[in-house]
């Protein structure tokens, strides 16, 4: 089983991420090295501003950057961020409507991979981008 399968029996069982639950983001395209997972900012996302908070967007795009590392493993393999990068261009709001997260793998190494992924809203206009360095692992037996 590679990474790519895990991911897709995972999608096909209907198992969903607590986070992705929590935030309304799906995972709605998936193939080696390239992710899209899609979400609607809302008020209940808003921070003291009166926007989307800005952790809205990062989790958006640290999700697309990590499975995008996921998928592209010979085997299943933990990808947990070591470093990321998130550039904001626009501020999200409940009037934006669904927004995307593309992740693409630029390298993947032994031990470290290098993704990049960016967030668009409906209109394809640019909102965010990243840049990630992740630390690629043997997965842990739990006891």
Same mark, same amino acid.
Request: net charge neutral; glycine share 10%; proline share 3%.
């Given at each position: 089983?590679?990474?790519?399968?895990?991911?897709?029996?995972?999608?096909?069982?209907?198992?969903?991420?607590?986070?992705?639950?929590?935030?309304?983001?799906?995972?709605?395209?998936?193939?080696?090295?390239?992710?899209?997972?899609?979400?609607?900012?809302?008020?209940?996302?808003?921070?003291? /501003? @009166?926007?989307?908070?800005?952790?809205?967007?990062a989790t958006m795009l640290d999700s $697309?950057?990590? *499975?995008? !590392?996921?998928?592209?493993?010979?085997?299943?393999?933990?990808?947990?961020?070591?470093?990321?990068?998130?550039?904001?261009q626009a501020a999200l709001s409940a009037?934006?409507?669904r927004v995307r997260a593309i992740g693409?793998?630029?390298? /993947? @190494?032994?031990?470290?991979?290098?993704?990049?992924?960016?967030?668009?809203?409906? $209109?394809?206009? *640019?909102? !965010?981008?990243?840049?990630?360095?992740?630390?690629?692992?043997?997965?842990?037996?739990?006891?």
């Amino acid at each position: 089983m590679t990474g790519l399968d895990e991911i897709r029996a995972m999608i096909a069982g209907g198992r969903r991420p607590p986070m992705m639950e929590l935030l309304g983001i799906d995972l709605v395209e998936i193939d080696k090295g390239h992710v899209v997972f899609e979400a609607t900012p809302g008020a209940s996302h808003y921070n003291p /501003l @009166g926007i989307v908070h800005g952790g809205f967007a990062a989790t958006m795009l640290d999700s $697309a950057c990590g *499975l995008a !590392a996921s998928s592209a493993t010979e085997v299943p393999m933990t990808c947990v961020t070591l470093e990321i990068k998130i550039s904001y261009q626009a501020a999200l709001s409940a009037r934006t409507g669904r927004v995307r997260a593309i992740g693409r793998l630029v390298s /993947l @190494g032994r031990r470290v991979a290098f993704t990049e992924a960016r967030l668009v809203d409906e $209109a394809d206009r *640019l909102c !965010a981008t990243a840049t990630s360095t992740l630390l690629v692992s043997e997965r842990q037996r739990n006891a």
